[in-house]
Each structure stands twice: as structure tokens, then as C-alpha cells.
């Protein structure tokens, strides 16, 4: 019973054994290469750089995907590792150029993961072989000696993912995608049906609405971890970002068709006949992004679209009777959910490496696809260049971090000083409320470990006796400790190094009070930093970013309807401030979900706030290419109408931004209403007006209300939860 029960318990904390299965390759593949090099080889050297090299790949370096991914990581990275290591010998022959590369190393290797996020899993790692190589003793003859067995630590790791004990694929974000197309696409044939029978289906909450959106949700960055969200400058992560935030509109305009149904039957309503396209083409989408699948296709789409385009002329009257406005408006709303399925299968294509041309892509959106994945990187790097930028800072703080604990272990003399590095690098965090609650474990597993350690090396001061037990103090850092929580960790890894330099550098028992003593130093060092710079973390750079970027979208909405209503030019520039402003909030947005908020404090909801955002620029481009600038020129009553609307949306959002500036929860708003009784305002205009402006201006003021339903979902109705 207590067997059963333990096992239990192991399966609740470590599902599927992964942490057991990875602590298990480490323990193999750190003794294999300390026992060979160190009584092997009769190499100190080679022992201390394999064992380290095989600690900072197999435990500081979080890697995303299946395990022959994960050894191509590892392969691919020994380039990087070699001129690190280089670097820090070559460095290390005085305090101030040691700490000099150090402060010039830690801000590149922590700011690379700007162009990749992924990156930021090899970080530690990568710091971690500059500033084990950046200590005394000098000795640059050493240095083939030192690469040697970093990279037989990295050799056979890589082997180890592939060959022992493999971890189970997990579910990628591309497949998660996949799921949420099968989803939105059964929601869409429900949309499609109850326009041509209002009274089918499930009366109530429908169980394909609430499954479509939970999928939806499911596919927010913030609730997938950092190393697989597609958070990275290159084509395919910006394919999948654009692909999420279409499927995400996608569902809004479909809930929004489905409420507008008509009270009785209509025949042959254009509507349903194009969201069935688009259930079919976001079927045949999601089916695309499995590997090896063919290419989605886009006639069959493109075909409905222009039939439905088409169409347009039925409900505008012919002249002596007044446009049938609600089936324009259902008309128009159906027409911007096709441009958002669209917008997804061709993010689809680009995702998976499909050739596009000129007609397969929207204008501007995919425009970066054309350009090599160094150019778009650059413009990653130098978008984060600025003075807000949460990445920026953190990266900053860490370098500057981590060369004053190299000068203080140096001034100090410290024998041991890269603990007081590793002391740093462990318990600094971006923001001092982080830093703060990593403190804890940190000091009070080090003590531990550091009593425990030191009464051993006490009773026993035979070297043989810690290399028989070295496999057991591994398995227990790296897999028990890990399971038992932050102080175990800490303790055991404490317990790990005594064991380990036992065998290097007999030192008794002050070992450990070296220990405790560079921790402490190491602590005291990345506390002062986290406090001292930029202490508020992603928080601050986030509010301040997320308030520029709903001015921007609100600058771009009143552009576009301006140049619509002929009063400005093409609003290609406000667009574009907007897509600039969404990589630096969005850098903050990533940043803020990995730190600590207090529990009691009611946030501010920024999926809808970014949201919001995405659903300003390719809403603008489907309807200038539908609408273009001049349209409604000469309709004064239209252009009051619209100028009014966009006044007050823009108010709306300035509200937002004011609310968000300052951290607090955003208050009630009035639900938005449907289309259709939205558009009662407009029928007293239509008097004499011409049927192409008609359409005109109902597209735009549907836009306009799909804007202000985006902000409602920030500001639910009465307080409650926002639909997504």
C-alpha cells in the first residue's frame, strides 16, 4: 500500500515520468563522462568540463520539441559553446576582462532570444560555459582539453534524448492549431444553418459554440510555455501567430452571424452558402498543417467569395425600393469572416513552406514572407532596441548582474567563485517580487545542503567512497529534486558539488562552508540588481506598450474611415505604426505571463487587449480592398454618421488605455448589440441614396461595431467573464 501509494503520488507530480526519464539520461551520461575522464584519462580537466557541459545541456538548457529535435539543438549549438568557452579562457587572465566579457557576453547570449524565443532555453546554458571557463586557473594551453570535454558531454547527451528513454511527443503548437480549425469549422455550420432555419439545432447554449471557444482560448500565448509558443521573428512563428488570431476572428464573426439569424426561414441566403465555403476551407486548412499533408487549396473559397461579392446587388435595391439592410449586413459580416479564413489558409501555406504568389497573399500582411529570415530577425532585434522594451531590460540587468559577481569574486579571491555567478544567474528573476520569492529556497536549500555536506565530509574523507555514490547524488538532484520542489533542488544540488569536488580537489569540510559563504554572495548580488533595475519587471513596459499600441490601432481606425469618406490619404503609415508597436507589446505580453502576480489583485484581461489590436490591421486591409479610400465622398449625412462612430470608438479606446496605463481592472461597458439592429441608425439615410454607397457604408459601420465588440470583450458587460 504505501508503494502504491508513493507511485501514486510520483505519477501526480512527474506525468509520464519525464522528469525521472530526463534526470535518468543525465545521470547516465554526466557518470559515463566524469568516471572516463577523470580515472579514464587521468584528466582533472576533462572531468570538470564534461560533467558541467553535461549539467548545462541536460538541466539549465530547456529545449522544446521531440527528442531528435532536441539533440539537433544540442549538435547544432557546440559552435556557439566552443567560442564561449574560448572567450572565457582567453579572458580570464585578469578580474576586469573576465568581467568586462562578462558584462558584453551576458547581454548578447540573453538578448538573442529576442529573434527566437526559443533561445532562451540554451541561455543559461550558454552562460553558464562562459563563466566556467572565465575563472582561474589561466592556462589557454588547456583549452583543447576543456572543448574536448564539453563536447563529449554534448555528444553523447545528444544520443542519450534519441536512444534511452525518449519522452513521448508532445502536442505541438501546429497541432493544437489543427484542433481549433476542426472546431471553429463545426461552429461555422452551425452559424450556416441557423440562417436558413433560425429554429434548428440545441435551443440554449450550443455545446460546438462553448467547444470552439475553450479550443480558442487553448491557443493564447499565455497558456502555452514559452519554448513552444510561436513567439519567434521567423516566417513559419509569424504564420502561426497570424493564423491564430484569424481562427480567433473567425469564430467573433461567426457568433455575431449566428445571433443576427433572421426570424424565419430565407431561402438560398448567400450568407450561409459562403460560411459553408469557409467551414470547408478551415477543415481543409487545419488538415495542412499536419506534416507531409498537401497544401490547402483557395479556388473553392475564392469562388465563393466572388459569387457572394456578387450577390451584394440583390439586397441593394433597385432603385424604388429601399436596400434590404439587414441582409447587407449579414451579407458584410459574412464577407469579413471569409477574409479571416482566408487570412488563415494562407497563413496555413506559409506555416508549412508552400509557395505563395502575389494572388494568394493580402496585401501587407504577408508581406514579410517575401524576405530572408536575417532581414526579419533585424528587424526583431531593432524593434527592441528602445528605451521600453521588457527584453532590453531584463537582458541589461542580467549582464550587468553577473559582471559585478564576477569583480566581487575576483577582488575577493574567491576559490569557488563561479558559485557566486551561478548564485545569480539562479535566483534573479525579471522583476524584484520574482527575485524576492526565488531568494528563499535558494538560501535555505544552500544551508541545508551545506550542513548536511559538510558533517559527511567529516566522517568520511575517502575520495572512492564519493565516486561510488556520485550516480546517486545525480538521480537525486536532477530527478528527486526536481519533483520535491525548489529547496530540495537547491539542497541536493549542493550535496551534488561537494560529491563532485570531492573527487577534483579535496578540500574537507570547509567545502561546504565555501559554499554556503559564495550562495550567499551570489544571492545578495542578483537581489541587489533586481531591486535596484527596472524592479517592476515586464509589468511596467507592458502597461506603458499596450497603452501606445491601443492608441496607435485607434489612430489607424479613424485613418481608415477618413480615407474611406475621402478626407485623408491611404492609412498604409498608421497601419504599420501599429504592427510595430504589437512586437514590442507583445515581447512584454510573453515576459509578463512568466512572473509572479499577486494572487488578490485583480488583473487587467490583456488577451482581449491584444486582441483588439489584431483585429484592427487586417480588418482595415479587408475592407479598403473592398472600399476603397473616396468611396463615400460627397454623402454628408454618411460622413457625419461615420466621423461620429469613429469619435466615439476612439474614445473608447483612449478609456482602455487610460484603465490599462494605470494596472487597474478595466469597468463595465454596455453589451454591443447585433448587426443588424446596430445598422438601425443608418436606414433613416438611405433616402435617395446610391445602392453602392449603401453597401459602402453599411461594410464600414459593421466594421466599426466588430471594433467596439472586440473592446467589450476587455470591459465585459456588468463585470463578468468576457467570452474570450
Known amino acids: 500500500m504505501l508503494a502504491t501509494s508513493l507511485l501514486g503520488r510520483l505519477r501526480r507530480r512527474d506525468p509520464g515520468y519525464a522528469v525521472l526519464r530526463r534526470g535518468a539520461r543525465l545521470t547516465l551520461v554526466a557518470s559515463v563522462v566524469f568516471y572516463g575522464c577523470r580515472y579514464g584519462a587521468g584528466s582533472s580537466v576533462l572531468a570538470t568540463y564534461g560533467l558541467f557541459g553535461a549539467i548545462a ?76 571557463a ?64 433560425p429554429h434548428a439545432g440545441p435551443g440554449g447554449r450550443d455545446p460546438r459554440r462553448e467547444r470552439a471557444y475553450d479550443l480558442v482560448a487553448s491557443i493564447e500565448l499565455s497558456r502555452n510555455p514559452p519554448e513552444w509558443a510561436p513567439s519567434a521573428a521567423g516566417v513559419q512563428d ?30 438560398n441566403l448567400t450568407a450561409a452558402r459562403l460560411l459553408r465555403s469557409c467551414a470547408h476551407t478551415t477543415r481543409a486548412a487545419g ?28 439586397a441593394e435595391g433597385d432603385g424604388d425600393d429601399a436596400p434590404d439592410v439587414s441582409r447587407l449586413c449579414r451579407d458584410a459580416t459574412a464577407l469579413a469572416l ?72 575576483g577582488v575577493l579571491h574567491l576559490t569557488h567563485g563561479f558559485w557566486v555567478l551561478l548564485a545569480t544567474l539562479t535566483v534573479l528573476r525579471t522583476s ?38 556520485l550516480p546517486v547524488t545525480l538521480l537525486l538532484a536532477f530527478g528527486l529534486g526536481r519533483l520535491l520542489g525548489p529547496v530540495w533542488q537547491q539542497a541536493l544540488f549542493t550535496l551534488l558539488l561537494t560529491v563532485v569536488f570531492a573527487q577534483l580537489s579535496p578540500e574537507g569540510w570547509r567545502l561546504a562552508e565555501t559554499r554556503l559563504v559564495d550562495v550567499l554572495l551570489g544571492a545578495v548580488i542578483g537581489v541587489l540588481a533586481g531591486v ?42 498608421a497601419l504599420d505604426r501599429v504592427r510595430r508597436r504589437m512586437i514590442l507589446v507583445d515581447s512584454s505580453y510573453c515576459q509578463y505571463h512568466s512572473e509572479r502576480h499577486h494572487p488578490h489583485r485583480q488583473q487587467v484581461n490583456w488577451d482581449a487587449v491584444l486582441s483588439a489590436g489584431h483585429h484592427v490591421v487586417p480588418g482595415a486591409e479587408s475592407l479598403l480592398r473592398r472600399n476603397p479610400p473616396g468611396c463615400l465622398a460627397g454623402w454628408p449625412a454618411a460622413d457625419a454618421l461615420l466621423r461620429d462612430s469613429a469619435a466615439r470608438l476612439r474614445s473608447a479606446y483612449d478609456d482602455v488605455a487610460r484603465e ?31 445602392p453602392q454607397s449603401v453597401r459602402h457604408l453599411v461594410e464600414v459601420d459593421r466594421w466599426l461595431t466588430g471594433l467596439a465588440a472586440s473592446l467589450a470583450r476587455i470591459r465585459p458587460p456588468d463585470g463578468g467573464p468576457a467570452p474570450m
Open 134 to 197: 572565465s575563472f582561474p586557473p589561466y592556462q589557454p594551453g588547456t583549452l583543447p582539453e576543456r572543448l574536448g570535454g564539453v563536447t563529449l558531454a554534448i555528444v553523447l547527451l545528444a544520443a542519450a534524448e534519441v536512444l534511452l528513454w525518449p519522452d513521448p511527443v508532445p502536442v505541438s503548437y501546429r497541432q493544437r492549431l489543427a484542433v481549433v480549425a476542426d472546431g471553429i469549422a463545426a461552429f461555422l455550420d452551425v452559424a450556416a444553418e441557423r440562417l436558413t432555419d
Open 432 to 469: 524584484a517580487a520574482d527575485t524576492r520569492t526565488a531568494l528563499r529556497p535558494a538560501v535555505l536549500g544552500t544551508i541545508a545542503g551545506a550542513v548536511v555536506s559538510g558533517g559527511v565530509m567529516l566522517v568520511v574523507d575517502q575520495p572512492i567512497v564519493y565516486a561510488v555514490v
Open 338 to 409: 471569409a477574409d479571416q479564413t482566408r487570412v488563415f489558409a494562407v497563413g496555413v501555406r506559409v506555416a508549412t513552406g508552400s509557395r505563395t504568389d502575389g494572388g494568394d497573399t493580402p496585401a501587407g500582411l504577408f508581406e514579410y514572407a517575401r524576405h530572408s529570415p536575417w532581414r526579419l530577425y533585424w528587424w526583431q532585434f531593432s524593434s527592441h532596441l528602445a528605451p521600453r522594451s521588457a527584453h532590453l531590460h531584463s537582458s541589461l540587468r542580467l549582464a550587468v548582474a553577473l559582471a559585478i559577481a564576477r569583480v566581487a569574486a
Open 660 to 690: 490599462v496605463a494605470h494596472d487597474s481592472a478595466t469597468g463595465p461597458t454596455s453589451a454591443p448589440t447585433g448587426c443588424a439592429d446596430e445598422l438601425d441608425r443608418v436606414r433613416p439615410l438611405l433616402s435617395g441614396a446610391d
Open 238 to 267: 509569424r504564420a502561426l501567430r497570424i493564423c491564430a488570431s484569424a481562427l480567433r476572428e473567425a469564430l467573433a464573426e461567426a457568433d455575431r452571424l449566428a445571433a443576427d439569424a433572421p426570424p424565419e426561414p430565407v431561402g
Open 57 to 132: 545541456a541536460g538541466s539549465f538548457a530547456q529545449l522544446p520539441g521531440p527528442a531528435p529535435q532536441r539533440a539537433r539543438i544540442l549538435v547544432t549549438a557546440l559552435p556557439a559553446v566552443w567560442a564561449l568557452i574560448a572567450a572565457g579562457s582567453l579572458l580570464a587572465w585578469s578580474t576586469w576582462s573576465a568581467a568586462g566579457g562578462m558584462l558584453v557576453i551576458g547581454f548578447v547570449v540573453a538578448f538573442a532570444g529576442v529573434g527566437n524565443p526559443r533561445l532562451v532555453g540554451l541561455a543559461s546554458a550558454f552562460q553558464l560555459f562562459y563563466i566556467l
Open 532 to 573: 535596484a533595475m527596472w524592479p517592476r519587471g515586464a509589468s511596467h513596459d507592458l502597461r506603458h506598450n499596450a497603452t501606445r499600441y491601443l492608441g496607435a490601432s485607434a489612430d489607424a481606425v479613424e485613418q481608415t474611415v477618413l480615407a474611406i469618406l475621402g478626407g485623408a490619404p491611404s492609412p498604409d503609415r
Open 287 to 314: 488538415r495542412a498543417l499536419a506534416p507531409g499533408a498537401p497544401p490547402v487549396g483557395l479556388d473553392d473559397l475564392d469562388a465563393a467569395i466572388g459569387r457572394a461579392e456578387t450577390a451584394y446587388r440583390a
